[in-house]
T-cell receptor
Framework: NAGVTQTPKFQVLKTGQSMTLQCAQD?????MSWYRQDPGMGLRLIHY???????DQGEVPNGYNVSRSTTEDFPLRLLSAAPSQTSVYFCASSRDRGSSYNEQFFGPGTRLTVL | QQQVKQSPQSLIVQKGGISIINCAYENTAFDYFPWYQQFPGKGPALLIAIRPDVSEKKEGRFTISFNKSAKQFSLHIMDSQPGDSATYFC????????????FGSGTQLTVLP
């Protein structure tokens, strides 16, 4: 199993450009999520999905869109990039949600710079 | 609104020493407290976790101590090794949040040889 994969690894955008960060998992996990990591801020949840066709907002959703058409894929779209979106983005997945906690598996991250 | 506060921001320990990282939370609904370890250039990975019905959990050199009344929990790394140098995040979650993780701000641990 490849686990959670993310592409690209690095990306530089100009202000106003749009792009999609790709995330895929091959563990048949229901729950997927996107975090951004900024110095001194920990990881903050952007959007998450509890299954195909179901998405919801996290703590910092503004400026980002997601969709979940398949169990495997959970792309994150930046509609009009801003310098404040310069960050490292992590995708994560877990077996399912519910009453018991299931370990979240993180991808290797995408380092995004917006000029 | 930071629901999980973590300290210190950075920590330098000599090889063989004890590393201690502390976290405090506000939401009494939290019912699971994992710690994640992150090496440079990698994603975080689960290290150890505890539920609030126990006061301590130990896995090898890593121990979580939990104080429910004080709403605090801490990670102790015994006999710290240079290979433990990484960033450590505490986190908390509860069933009513669709199991979203709320992370602390992270502690960068450096273990000197």
């Amino acid at each position: 199993n490849a686990g959670v994969t993310q592409t690209p690894k690095f990306q530089v955008l100009k202000t106003g450009q749009s792009m999609t960060l790709q995330c895929a998992q091959d563990m048949n996990h229901e729950y997927m999520s996107w975090y951004r990591q900024d110095p001194g801020m920990g990881l903050r949840l952007i959007h998450y999905s509890v299954g195909a066709g179901i998405t919801d907002q996290g703590e910092v959703p503004n400026g980002y869109n997601v969709s979940r058409s398949t169990t495997e894929d959970f792309p994150l779209r930046l509609l009009s990039a801003a310098p404040s979106q310069t960050s490292v983005y992590f995708c994560a997945s877990s077996r399912d949600r519910g009453s018991s906690y299931n370990e979240q598996f993180f991808g290797p991250g995408t380092r995004l710079t917006v000029l | 609104q930071q629901q999980v506060k973590q300290s210190p921001q950075s920590l330098i320990v000599q090889k063989g020493g004890i590393s201690i990282i502390n976290c405090a939370y506000e939401n009494t609904a939290f019912d699971y407290f994992p710690w994640y370890q992150q090496f440079p250039g990698k994603g975080p990975a689960l290290l150890i976790a505890i539920r609030p019905d126990v006061s301590e959990k130990k896995e090898g050199r890593f121990t979580i101590s939990f104080n429910k009344s004080a709403k605090q929990f801490s990670l102790h790394i015994m006999d710290s090794q240079p290979g433990d140098s990484a960033t450590y995040f505490c986190a908390a979650t509860w069933s009513g949040s669709a199991r979203q993780l709320t992370f602390g701000s992270g502690t960068q641990l450096t273990v000197l040889p």
